[in-house]
């Protein structure tokens, strides 16, 4: 069966690194997120994406967020400068059409130290 | 914007008993709620959805309801097994921005033996 793949699993870093997350969507699915979830807390929206463009994005996601498809097959979360509240997990999430059904990657695990 | 509400935050039950999770939301333009079970150390799985055209689905052991006037849903789990044993949200969406799903704080479900 299709899946989201997340790399990497777990990342540690120091507070003002800049850290890009991956993701490889399910092949031919076209809408992208990224969502995070602090740990003990609620999963969160970050950033919706088609068509090389963000569709919504939420407060969460300033200036210090960006996300990008470099290719075909990647769909990139970059943190510019890292600080100590962004550490979460960071789950990327696919779907085919517009109220299809969102498949969700295994996350990846940011500590900012 | 819209906010979701889960209780109860913990559920401890008898294998064979039934468990119920209620969600509440506040944005009466929600029309998508989505249900989804997270695993330890594994990525959220839709099991069950519902939109806001239809008040009850049922998939097996599994049923969603729906109260559209009083902005409350709920999950019932019946005769509960050790494999339902997880962290199970509940989220909610408009079509018109798909995807952006709010999810609730997530119940830990623990079906004992």
């Known amino acids: 069966e299709p899946e989201v793949t997340q790399t990497p699993s777990h990342q540690v870093t120091q507070m003002g690194q800049e850290v890009i997350l991956r993701c490889v969507p399910i092949s031919n699915h076209l809408y992208f997120y990224w969502y995070r979830q602090i740990l003990g807390q609620k999963v969160e929206f970050l950033v919706s994406f088609y068509n090389n463009e963000i569709s919504e994005k939420s407060e969460i996601f300033d200036d210090q967020f960006s996300v990008e498809r470099p290719d075909g097959s990647n769909f990139t979360l970059k943190i510019r400068s890292t600080k100590l509240e962004d550490s979460a997990m960071y789950f990327c999430a696919s779907t085919g059409f517009l109220t299809g059904e969102l498949f969700f990657g295994e996350g990846s695990r940011l500590t900012v130290l | 914007g819209e906010n979701v509400e889960q209780h109860p935050s913990t559920l401890s039950v008898q294998e064979g008993d039934s468990a119920v999770i209620k969600c509440t939301y506040s944005d009466s333009a929600s029309n998508y709620f989505p249900w989804y079970k997270q695993e330890l150390g594994k990525r959220p799985q839709l099991i069950i959805d519902?939109?806001?055209?239809?008040g009850e689905k049922k998939d097996q052991r599994i049923a969603v309801t729906l109260n559209k006037t009083a902005k409350h849903f709920s999950l019932h789990i019946t005769e509960t097994q050790p494999e339902d044993s997880a962290v199970y949200f509940c989220?909610?969406?408009?079509?018109?921005?798909?995807?952006?799903?709010?999810f609730g704080a997530g119940t830990q479900v623990v079906v004992t033996p």
């Open positions: 519902i939109r806001s055209n239809v």
């Open positions: 989220a909610a969406s408009s079509t018109d921005s798909w995807g952006k799903f709010q």
